[in-house]
């Protein structure tokens, strides 16, 4: 199954031009069979296809819920969970990565760097210092092998750390306007219907459940700016720490909850156990 998995909607992030309808159409004639929803801290735009949709599919077209998610530390995160799992605190950007792994593994999904060898700040290779990038590379379940407006060189140095950690590779048109729709692919070695298919196919069959690949989109506004694009990222810094920090308070109300779902369910394991002891 050839799936696009790196798509921002026009409904769920605020620098996408493409509906997710017309997302859809246009994935739909370039022979594709489903697509990853991975707006920046957003399921708006999955939740638009879903109120129009409800549990239906789009003949036979998959469309799976995730999420592009800003870390405070380690840049753009792709995450994919279960589809009966709801987490508000992953439209809450600013979470170290430490924390959004544990977050997103003890609730049954998984996750890995979106353009891992991409801009400054953005990407977890240009964002935390190398020991620490490292470390925490293995405990991602993929990485973003190929996306479609990254240069050959990021992309290539991103297929040589999946290879080094032996990771599987996601590849993504990363497309915010619709030219750029397509530009990239991931094939599956597996019949995929919903997140959870996806998420067993990735933790079963680790570099063996998919392939990647595509062509470079030129038209990407790095590539217009040139070297005024460094100011852009710049101020892209500024503007992720201070969006972080008005929504740390709802960040951390959020991790309370989690905390007593948590312990709660820890609680009534123990009870079973004792009472099959």
């Known amino acids: 199954m050839k799936f696009d998995m790196h798509c921002h909607t026009k409904e769920g992030s605020l620098d996408g031009k493409v509906p997710i309808a017309e997302f859809i159409s246009c994935l739909k004639e370039k022979g594709f069979q489903g697509m990853l929803v991975t707006d920046h801290d957003s399921y708006k735009g999955y939740r638009s296809w879903k109120r129009l949709h409800g549990d239906g599919d789009e003949d036979g077209f998959v469309v799976l819920k995730g999420v592009e998610y800003d870390t405070i530390d380690a840049g753009h995160i792709l995450v994919v969970m279960p589809e009966g799992v709801k987490l508000?605190?992953?439209?809450?950007?600013?979470?170290?990565?430490?924390?959004?792994?544990?977050?997103?593994?003890?609730?049954?999904?998984?996750?890995?760097?979106?353009?891992?060898?991409?801009?400054?700040?953005?990407?977890?290779?240009?964002?935390?210092?190398?020991?620490?990038?490292?470390?925490?590379?293995?405990?991602?379940d993929f990485l973003e092998g190929f996306n479609a407006c990254e240069s050959p060189e990021s992309n290539a140095t991103a297929m040589e750390i999946a290879a080094r950690f032996e990771k599987p590779v996601f590849g993504g048109s990363d497309a915010h306007k619709e030219e750029?729709?397509?530009?990239?692919?991931?094939?599956?070695?597996?019949?995929i219907a919903c997140e959870s298919d996806l998420i067993r196919l990735v933790k079963e069959r680790g570099r063996e459940?998919?392939?990647?690949?595509?062509?470079?989109?030129?038209?990407?506004?790095?590539?217009?700016?040139?070297?005024l694009n460094n100011v852009l990222v710049q101020s892209f810094w500024f503007y992720n720490h201070a969006a972080s920090m008005m929504r740390a308070r709802k960040r951390r109300r959020e991790l309370g909850k989690l905390y007593i779902r948590v312990s709660m369910c820890q609680e009534a394991l123990s009870c079973t156990q004792k009472s099959a002891k």
């Open 180 to 191: 750029c729709v397509g530009y990239a692919y991931t094939e599956f070695e597996g019949e």
């Open 209 to 227: 459940a998919c392939t990647c690949g595509g062509r470079h989109y030129m038209g990407t506004t790095k590539e217009k700016m040139g070297s």
């Open 88 to 140: 508000k605190i992953l439209e809450l950007r600013g979470l170290p990565v430490q924390f959004l792994i544990d977050i997103v593994h003890k609730n049954g999904g998984i996750l890995g760097p979106a353009h891992p060898c991409g801009e400054r700040y953005l990407s977890i290779t240009n964002t935390r210092k190398h020991k620490n990038r490292l470390a925490v590379m293995d405990r991602f």
